[in-house]
Nanobody
Framework: QVQLVESGGGLVQAGGSLRLSCTASGRTFSRYAMGWFRQAPGKEREFVAAINWTGSSTYYADSVKGRFTISRDNAKNTMYLQMNSLQTEDTAVYYC?????????????????WGQGTQVTVSS
């Protein structure tokens, strides 16, 4: 079993930056592909970014490409999401997720473990 805990959310003005962290405990984090998803009120959960188990391959939603960067430090069992040039449309609860296979996926159904989420609010 894996437990995922997100941190780093908060309130920021448009154009600002935040860095989210996702710390894992339990089974071997380094063998999991990981992802970030977000869910705004009244909307479905949507894919943000994914990273393979080594960190050598990443994948982004078009809406965040060029602004967000996903990374991981397996020695610290932690994944990150650096978010720059934040927009009001980025306001959502952000979730980290892990899957027991190595490949990248943008589908929530492919992920086996989820954190509780951290709120990101971008004000205009």
């Amino acid at each position: 079993q894996v437990q995922l805990v997100e941190s780093g959310g908060g309130l920021v003005q448009a154009g600002g930056s935040l860095r989210l962290s996702c710390t894992a405990s339990g089974r071997t984090f380094s063998r999991y592909a990981m992802g970030w998803f977000r869910q705004a009120p009244g909307k479905e959960r949507e894919f943000v970014a994914a990273i393979n188990w080594t960190g050598s391959s990443t994948y982004y939603a078009d809406s965040v490409k060029g602004r967000f960067t996903i990374s991981r430090d397996n020695a610290k069992n932690t994944m990150y999401l650096q978010m720059n040039s934040l927009q009001t449309e980025d306001t959502a609860v952000y979730y980290c997720a892990g899957r027991v296979v190595a490949g990248l996926s943008s589908y929530p159904r492919d992920y086996d473990y989820w954190g509780q989420g951290t709120q990101v609010t971008v004000s205009s």
